[in-house]
C-alpha cells in the first residue's frame, strides 16, 4: 500500500528564506506527483504537476523535483515571503487516477 | 479560469437530515472524486466516479451515496446526517490518465450536524 511521508510536519522560518520541503513515498509506480497549498479553512490550491517522465517543474519561486527510483520529491520555495503561510500537501496520483495525500507541512514565514 | 464549483461554503444541517452536498466542474473532467477532511487524519476518500452513472467506493464510504447523472456534476448524499459527519467536504476532478493530468478541487464545503 503507498504511503506518503512528508517532512518537517512544521517550520517556521523568517521572511526571505528559502525552504526545501521534503516528500517521500514508498511505491515508485506512480503516474503523477502534484503539489498543493492550502490556506486554512479553505480548498486545496494546485502549484505544481510533475509527470512521472519529467524530473522538475518550476512556476515563479517555486521548483519541485521528483525522483521516482528513490522515491522522493522536492518543493523549494525561493526568498520565502509571509503570504507563503500555509499546509503544502505532497500527493501522487496511481494508476488509478486516485491521489494519495502525504501528511502536510504546515509553513509559517514571518516578517 | 477553469473551476470545480462546490454549492455551499458553510452549511448546517440537523442530525438524521438527509443532506446534498453539489460539486460542479466546467472542464469536461471524467474523473470526479469526493474527499472529507478532518484535524489528524487528513484527507480520506468517500467516493469517486470515472464516468456519467458510475461511481466507485473510496476509503470511508458508509453513511454516504453519490449521484453522478451528468458529466459536470457529481452529488455526495448523506443519507441520515450524523454529528460524526461534520467536516470539511472537497471535491475534486481531474482528466483520465494522460500528459496534462492532475486534480483540480473546489473550495470546500464545511458541514456542521447539530
Known amino acids: 500500500k503507498q504511503e506518503v511521508t512528508q517532512i518537517p510536519a512544521a517550520l517556521s522560518v523568517p521572511e526571505g528564506e528559502n525552504l526545501v520541503l521534503n516528500c517521500s513515498f514508498t511505491?515508485?509506480?506512480?503516474?503523477?506527483l502534484q503539489w498543493f497549498r492550502q490556506d486554512p479553512g479553505k480548498g486545496l490550491t494546485s502549484l505544481l504537476l510533475?509527470?512521472?517522465?519529467?524530473r522538475e517543474q518550476t512556476s515563479g519561486r517555486l521548483n519541485a523535483s521528483l525522483d521516482k527510483s528513490s522515491g522522493r520529491s522536492t518543493l523549494y520555495i525561493a526568498a520565502s515571503q509571509p503570504g507563503d503561510s500555509a499546509t503544502y500537501l505532497c500527493a501522487v496520483i496511481d494508476n488509478t487516477d486516485k491521489l494519495i495525500f502525504g501528511t502536510g507541512t504546515r509553513l509559517q514565514v514571518f516578517p | 479560469d477553469v473551476k470545480v464549483t462546490q454549492s455551499s461554503r458553510y452549511l448546517v444541517k440537523r442530525t438524521g437530515e438527509k443532506v446534498f452536498l453539489e460539486c460542479v466542474q466546467d472542464?469536461?473532467?471524467?474523473?470526479m472524486f469526493w474527499y472529507r477532511q478532518d484535524p489528524g487524519l487528513g484527507l480520506r476518500l468517500i467516493y469517486f466516479s470515472y464516468d456519467v452513472k458510475m461511481k466507485e467506493k473510496g476509503d470511508i464510504p458508509e453513511g454516504y451515496s453519490v449521484s453522478r447523472e451528468k458529466k459536470e456534476r457529481f452529488s455526495l448524499i448523506l443519507e441520515s446526517a450524523s454529528t460524526n459527519q461534520t467536516s470539511m467536504y472537497l471535491c475534486a476532478s481531474s482528466q483520465r490518465k494522460g500528459p496534462t493530468g492532475g486534480y483540480t478541487f473546489g473550495s470546500g464545503t464545511r458541514l456542521t450536524v447539530v
Open positions: 472542464m469536461d473532467h471524467e474523473n
Open positions: 511505491d515508485s509506480a506512480i503516474y503523477n
Open positions: 510533475i509527470q512521472s517522465s519529467q
